[in-house]
């Protein structure tokens, strides 16, 4: 049975998970991206894969995001990758899972690679956004915008008929957490999916990203108009049965 659970990170943060335990030694852990949560489709998705498959599933929101404690402005890539990392700990122990890294979770996946190498037998990306904050989002700010956020310590970029708060110390932490530049060595199997019409993260970036992987069994699906999403039924199939085969 799946339900919510909250771990308690510091004396202000509470990190909201989602956990649904079976017997199996197997689990698949499913990371969000950026000022998401898991009330979307995907986290529902995978959750019942995994029940169907008999899949030990983990699903977690990092502080600032949907339920769990926290300020957004005050969170950061280094902050929202140790808190996936404690809740593994606490919650897989030693059992071996796949990782689902959408958009941004892609990169704090990356990044569990310093903690668990052992226990990471897979990796399934879907319009994946590694370095995303400076190679993106920084990269598109106007010299005024860019002032702005230096001046203030924070720029509200609306976009998509949201409001996101852009702070400066996310920008900088960014650049603290580059993972382009590594070299993955993990004997795993890896398989990226992008939409060609990405209007967020152009497909350049998952292939950027699978080249750091230097030993393992790699897949790349750049599907024809696709969007960042990427998750409309009509894609869910192709995505469901590359992840049965990984975790065959």
């Not at 510091?10 to 969000?32: A, D, E, G, M, P």
């Not at 903690?115 to 399934?124: A, D, E, N, T």
């Not at 970036?205 to 699978?210: D, E, M, P, T």
Request: some cysteine; aromatic content about 12%; hydrophobic content about 35%.
């Amino acid at each position: 049975m799946s339900k919510y659970n909250y771990l308690k990170i510091s004396n202000s943060i509470k990190i909201r998970y989602l956990h649904h335990k079976t017997h199996s030694n197997q689990y698949i852990v499913f990371l969000h991206g950026f000022m998401s949560d898991l009330n979307g489709e995907k986290p529902k998705v995978f959750g019942r894969f995994c029940k169907k498959n008999n899949i030990g599933f983990l699903a977690i929101e990092y502080s600032g995001h949907g339920k769990s404690t926290g300020k957004f402005i005050k969170g950061n890539i280094t902050k929202w990758t140790n808190q996936v990392k404690q809740v593994i700990k606490k919650v897989i122990k030693k059992k071996q899972f796949i990782l689902i890294g959408s958009s941004m979770g892609s990169w704090l996946s990356v990044n569990q690679f310093n903690y668990f190498p052992k226990q990471i037998k897979g990796f399934l990306g879907i319009g994946s956004a590694p370095e995303f904050l400076e190679r993106v989002m920084w990269k598109k700010f106007t010299k005024k915008m860019r002032k702005e956020t230096i001046k203030n310590g924070i720029y509200q970029l609306k976009h998509g008929g949201f409001e996101y708060p852009i702070t400066y110390q996310l920008i900088k932490d960014g650049r603290r957490n580059l993972v382009l530049n590594k070299i993955i060595k993990a004997n795993i199997a890896v398989t990226l999916f992008h939409g060609s019409k990405d209007e967020a993260i152009p497909p350049i970036y998952s292939r950027k990203l699978l080249k750091i992987f230097k030993n393992a069994n790699k897949k790349i699906f750049v599907i024809k108009n696709g969007d960042h999403s990427l998750f409309a039924k009509k894609y869910q199939k192709k995505i469901l049965s590359q992840l049965k085969l990984m975790c065959d």
